[in-house]
């Protein structure tokens, strides 16, 4: 009886309650969003590197290995021994092995010099595979495959030629110009650093650094010299059981030969995410801050209507309503604009998700699930019902003292 009355009452103040339902549904809305893409952003942020085990270099520190190795970031105190990576890739626990050679550019992009195995293997998002969106995978010793974003900022397409340079920095005095890269595939954007780099094999990696004389012999014939690589710089595993990560890992930080270090992808990027928290926090705060302008204003709402409804309030009087259950109308009120305000922001905020799911992929390299129905989800909802009622408490305590006051004034 009473939540029909509330939305009788509700409708005949449609204009005010439709402006607060809009104001409500909005700040819902920032505030879901805000917290969805916080969560879904970890994750994404998690799953730059999809499906491998551990990643191996040089003794550096986990962050600067997962930073260099994974992100294109800064760069390796050191390398590793190729054979370490050959003896890694026999190993009876491992899968599969993809070495990473970095130290080269191309007009800023960074330069990875690795296998086929990197386009069999390599993973992100959701265990999503590397897919070539034209041409073909390096087969070639001059061969290249670039990201989305190296095609799309410099204009490239297949069968162009590009000059590797030495360093990492968008400027170099070294070109390595004698020996041209043809572009054989452009990948498909990914949203995550792959789509910054050039990729090359390991054996175009060492032609270009050797002498001018031997280069040009093997711009006329790949074959006029036996290239085989001394050092790389890291090694990304994928084992065939998990339960053999941290016994593998204890093998390789303690290999005799070579100076290893093993990480774990997840637990580097946990302590990766840890240092910008802030952002998140400052996100939140701000998300919050709209919501508990838009309650204000359903109080406002709420207490500017307390004049107008004073015959309302006299009618339920004489039909028996007491103060209680004034009050309780008025509560009823709040609660149901929230409620319709928290439904409508769901509603709007999953139909967007869906629609606009690859596009946030490819373009900011967020992988957002369109369902948003999580445990953090629930909190926040039944946080902001406990908002609502709070701040209905004055229109509320108005409504009773309203309510008594005629009550009184009818006793006399």
């Known amino acids: 009886m009473l939540l029909t ?20 549904t909005i700040s819902l809305l920032v505030l879901f969003s805000v917290e969805h893409t916080r969560l879904e952003a970890k994750n994404s942020f998690n799953r730059s590197i999809s499906g491998t085990d551990l990643i191996v270099g040089a003794p550096s520190g986990q962050l600067n290995l997962l930073l260099y190795s994974v992100f294109r970031l800064g760069s390796p105190t050191n390398n590793i021994k190729y054979s370490s990576y050959e003896l890694l890739a026999e190993n009876q626990l491992v899968d599969w ?6 130290g080269d550019s191309h007009k800023g992009f960074r330069v990875v010099g690795t296998n086929k195995s990197y386009f069999e293997h390599f993973r992100y998002g959701s265990d999503r595979a590397l897919t070539i969106e034209t041409g073909e995978a390096f087969s070639g010793l001059f061969e290249t495959v670039i990201g989305a974003d190296v095609a799309e900022e410099l204009g490239y397409k297949v069968d162009d030629e590009i000059v590797i340079a030495h360093g990492i920095g968008a400027t170099s005095f070294k070109n390595h110009d004698q ?18 780099t050039v990729h090359v094999s390991l054996e175009a990696i060492e032609a270009i650094h050797l002498p001018v004389s031997k280069l040009l012999e093997l711009v006329d014939d790949p074959n006029a010299v036996e290239l085989e690589p001394a050092t790389i710089t890291a090694v990304l595993l994928g084992l065939n059981s998990r339960l053999a990560t941290f016994r593998l890992q204890r093998e390789i930080n303690n290999y005799p030969s070579d100076r290893l270090m093993a990480v774990l992808p997840g637990v580097a990027m946990t302590e990766l995410w840890s240092l910008v928290g802030t952002v998140e926090n400052i996100l939140r705060f701000i998300a919050v801050l709209v919501l508990i302008s838009a309650l204000f204003g359903l109080s406002t709402m709420l207490l500017a209507s307390m ?12 039909l028996g309503a007491g103060p209680k259950t004034i009050v309780t109308l008025i509560l009823l009120e709040a609660l149901l604009l929230a409620i319709l305000a928290i439904v409508s922001a769901i509603v709007i905020l ?14 900011y390299g967020l992988f957002l699930t369109w369902n948003i129905f999580t445990l953090e989800l629930l909190y926040v909802s039944l946080g902001v019902i406990t908002a609502t009622t709070i701040t209905a408490a004055l229109p509320c305590y108005e409504a009773y003292k309203s309510a008594i006051l005629q009550q009184l004034s009818n006793t006399r």
């Open 307 to 318: 004049h107008e409804r004073r015959n309302e309030i006299a009618v339920l009087r004489i």
């Open 97 to 102: 092995a993809i070495p990473i050679s970095l």
């Open 179 to 196: 020996a041209p890269f043809r572009i054989a595939g452009v990948l498909k954007r990914t949203g995550t650093p792959v789509d910054k």
């Open 5 to 24: 009355v509330a939305k009788l009452s509700l409708i005949s103040r449609k204009k005010t309650a439709i402006l607060t339902f809009l104001s409500l």
């Open 350 to 363: 999953t139909g967007a998700l869906f629609s606009l799911n690859e596009f946030l992929a490819a373009e």
